[in-house]
């Protein structure tokens, strides 16, 4: 009786070890090889390929002058995303802030929606 006590245990025990093996892979990895920042203040000083390869096209990016807004959108947050040209003229961004308070599930959030449709406003007349 003993012995099948443990062999239960040790079955069970092995079958849920097999079963651990299939939770879900760890964070993604951009094109860069680095992973998706945790925090909205983690993307400053990014450049538009990174926003690119970390969450695909913005659902809406405004031109104003030398400063742009990306808008991404996803079920559970929208992020705006500000960008300027640092020294050598290369967009980077400057500030990013999720709407909904908690930028670790917004950002996780985005990176798994990929998100496609952009649209560009026109630049605004200064």
Do not use: K
């Not at 961004?93 to 406003?121: F, I, K, M, W």
């Amino acid at each position: 009786m003993v012995q099948r006590a443990n062999f239960r245990i040790l079955t069970l025990t092995g079958g849920m070890l097999a079963l651990a093996s299939c939770a879900a892979p760890g964070p993604q990895l951009s094109d860069a090889g680095a992973a998706i920042p945790s925090s909205a203040q983690g993307l400053v000083g990014s450049t538009p390929q990174v926003l690119n390869a970390d969450f695909g096209q913005p659902s809406l990016r405004r031109v104003d002058g030398s400063a742009q807004v990306w808008l991404y959108h996803s079920p559970v947050c929208g992020l705006n995303v500000f960008l300027y040209p640092d020294s050598s003229g290369v967009p980077r961004v400057a500030a990013a802030v999720p709407d909904n308070g908690d930028p670790v599930r917004c950002l996780q959030s985005l990176a798994a929606h990929g998100l496609t449709a952009a649209a560009l406003e026109r630049p605004a007349a200064s």
